[in-house]
């Protein structure tokens, strides 16, 4: 199977919102009048983001869900993709899966394939991801003021979990292990509740490396810092906690990356509209904490002791 074939049989479909797709230089997108084109890019290697022995069709639909909570995080609409692939081989036992899986999502979120480019080499999924957001509503990180409560979308530490798991410094029980490792593989990426937020959060960003360190971007993006609730923030890991101790659920839950939910600020004033858009969204969303000028953060227990003990995010440089 030669490199047009490849494209034409897994990744070429009818276009359907775009003035024009896969098959010529350049894809043409038509922007609705009045809004930003919102654009994010992610790219996962194997070994570095992935398991070689990873199920195809959960590849395909992680690589474009890690795009889309970008957009989420803006309050972006999806409209398109683009998808850089460097394959090993062209393999139909693996291609099929892995369009199918990345197709799937794309059609539940109407974020069509517009394009790409195909080559030879060593396993790497690059998408580029097109949005719309009403000019000047996009959520930024940088709107975060004092006196905000701090929220959290659906459910964290899940995928760490079952990352310590394949590792082997953890053992689980099956079921609890499934459940992990379903999040870990196949992340909800929460593009309606960011666009219910429009107008509502201050300031948002979705978790990829951990709660505390991309809670960090914000912080440093407004110049405040951030109280955490522990006890709150224990509540949010999905799975039960079984054998674990409140310590690693802790961990797991600050600093455990891979989650693709949204952490966002919004006044107090605007409690019962986060309420509206949890629902609107069918998305869960938990307080954890407050915005204070103190900067830093500030994890404390029920009685509002300090816990000190440091929670380090993930990062790939480390
Ligand atoms: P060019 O040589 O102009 O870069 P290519 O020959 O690489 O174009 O690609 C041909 C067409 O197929 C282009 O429209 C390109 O966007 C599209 N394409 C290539 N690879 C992919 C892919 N993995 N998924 C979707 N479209 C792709
Ligand atoms: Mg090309």
């Known amino acids: 199977m030669g490199e047009f074939e490849l494209i034409a049989r897994y990744f070429q479909r009818p276009v359907q919102r775009a003035a024009l797709g896969v098959g010529d230089d350049c894809a043409l997108l038509q922007p609705t009048p009045g809004m930003q084109l919102a ?12 398991l070689s022995t990873v199920d195809p069709r959960r590849l395909g639909h992680k690589a474009l869900a890690v ?13 398109a ?28 979120h109407g974020c069509e394939l517009v394009g790409g480019d195909t080559t030879r080499g060593p396993l790497n999924i690059c998408i580029t991801v097109f949005g719309e957001v009403p000019r000047g509503q996009a959520l930024l990180r940088s709107g975060a003021k004092a006196g905000d409560d701090i929220y959290v979308s659906g459910a964290l530490g899940d995928a760490r979990l079952a990352l310590e798991v394949f590792r082997g410094t953890l053992a689980l029980p099956e079921a ?10 196949q992340p909800t990426p929460r593009v309606a509740l960011g666009q219910a937020l429009r107008g509502v959060a201050t300031a948002a960003v979705d978790v990829s490396d951990g709660l505390l360190g991309d809670l960090s971007h914000v912080l440093a993006a407004s110049n405040v810092g951030a109280r955490i609730d522990a006890e709150a923030a ?27 939910e949204l952490v966002f600020t919004a006044p107090p004033s605007a409690r019962s509209h986060v309420k509206s858009a949890s629902i609107q969204a069918e998305t869960l969303v938990t307080r954890i904490g407050g915005i204070e000028a103190q900067t830093g953060v500030r994890v404390v227990d029920a009685e509002g002791r300090l816990l000190d003990a440091r929670y380090a995010s993930f990062d790939h440089f480390r």
Request: hydrophobic share 50%.
């Open 39 to 50: 654009v994010s890019s992610d790219m996962l290697v194997e070994g570095r983001h992935f």
């Open 67 to 79: 795009n889309l909570s970008d957009l989420a995080a803006c309050g972006a609409r999806p409209l």
């Open 81 to 108: 993709f683009t998808l850089a692939l460097a394959l090993p081989a062209a393999d139909p036992a693996w291609l099929a899966p892995f369009s199918e899986g990345l197709l799937a999502l794309a059609d539940a």
């Open 176 to 185: 609890q292990f499934a459940q992990a490792r379903m999040r870990m593989e």
């Open 234 to 260: 224990r509540t949010l890991l999905g799975c039960p906690a079984g054998t674990l101790s409140p310590e690693q659920v802790l961990q797991c839950v600050l600093a455990g990356g891979d989650d693709y």
